[in-house]
């Protein structure tokens, strides 16, 4: 591309050379003869010699031709001269910028490969990133287990059937897909075998807010004069909802022997942890699925009826109860 250009630019400066010769030649012929006309004219009468019979001009005419042709072709070699020295100067500064721009260029380009590069790489990253998050949020959705962890398809079964009695209008897989009160990536799902050859199934997941949540749901802790009027249960209600960590939500379901499509759910309850080590279980009603089928936080719903919210406490005095046993039994285990 250099090539190119340096060429055209030597076609247009010797075009524009060729054209300055030649006006600068035809400017010097008009001003030789207006020179030649005027020294004719204006020299003295003494100096001025007719022509011989041959025709030549006396010897001041030539000389003052020889002067103005002499100072005519320096000044074509001095226009020349200057010339060359331009081109030469344009030809090295063309060279000089081509060299910077091929260089620049160059620069320019790699630096454009490597971003490119750069974010080839950084995509087909995030692609694989969102697969697997993808993959994961599908296999918790449509419980597609893989055969090592579901050999014969209990939690498929399980997920894909529909239990009537809660909603026969969506599946046990989408209501815990969709349920909300769940801390995230905490769902689980598990196949498990009894020593007795039932085969259960488990859906598992912690709840967010279940120590805040208890705290609300317990007789406000009271001191003084007050603490007087309140019960042993109160008390025990309240110690207990005090030490609540942490509980997670599970839900089993019991596969059929007879029928390999039909599942019933067997048991609900909170594994609660409590602050000073240990954990027991909660037991729940089983029509307290309700709230998860209306995607309702657990806790509150179950405590929203007086009837309901006293079991929850007294269960949850029992499980810490146990704990506290099997702390004066074990000090060193924890369950």
């Not at 020294?39 to 019979?53: C, F, G, L, R």
């Not at 019991?254 to 309850?269: C, H, I, L, R």
């Not at 005095?317 to 074990?330: D, G, H, K």
Request: aromatic share 8%; glycine share 6%.
């Amino acid at each position: 591309m250099t090539s190119v250009k340096k060429t055209v630019l030597t076609a247009v400066i010797t075009a524009a050379f060729t054209v300055g010769v030649a006006y600068l030649a035809f400017f010097s012929h008009d001003s030789f003869a207006a020179t030649t006309e005027n020294t004719t004219n204006t020299a003295p009468e003494s100096a001025v010699t007719a022509p011989d019979s041959e025709g030549t001009q006396t010897p001041n005419v030539q000389n003052n031709q020889d002067t103005i042709g002499q100072s005519v072709g320096k000044g074509i070699d001095q226009a020349i001269q200057d010339f060359n020295q331009l081109s030469e100067k344009f030809n090295q500064n063309l060279d000089q910028f081509s060299s910077e721009f091929a260089q620049g260029f160059n620069e320019f380009s790699q630096s454009l490969e490597k971003g490119l590069e750069d974010a080839s790489r950084s995509w087909e990253e995030t692609k694989k990133d969102l697969s697997e998050r993808f993959a994961a949020i599908q296999r918790e959705n449509d419980g597609e287990m893989s055969s090592s962890a579901d050999p014969y398809g209990y939690i498929r079964t399980v997920q894909r059937g529909v239990l009537a009695q809660y909603s026969p209008n969506v599946t046990v897989g989408g209501v815990m897909h969709a349920y909300s009160d769940c801390t995230p990536h905490t769902k689980r799902w598990e196949n498990f075998t009894t020593v007795s050859g039932e085969n259960l199934v488990i859906f598992s997941c912690t709840l967010p807010q279940a120590a805040e949540q208890f705290k609300a749901i317990a007789p406000e802790p009271k001191s003084g004069l007050s603490s007087l009027f309140q019960s042993a249960d109160e008390e025990l209600q309240t110690q207990a909802a005090q030490e609540v960590k942490t509980a997670d939500l599970v839900v089993i379901f019991a596969m059929s022997k007879v029928d390999s499509s039909a599942f019933t759910p067997q048991n609900f309850y909170l594994h609660v942890s409590f602050a000073q080590g240990g954990g027991s279980d909660v037991d729940l009603d089983l029509s307290q699925l309700q709230a998860l089928y209306a995607n309702q936080q657990l806790l509150p719903a179950v405590a929203s009826n007086e009837v309901s919210k006293s079991a929850l406490l007294q269960e949850l005095v029992t499980a810490y109860q146990e704990v506290q046993a099997n702390r004066q039994q074990n000090p060193n285990s924890v369950q």
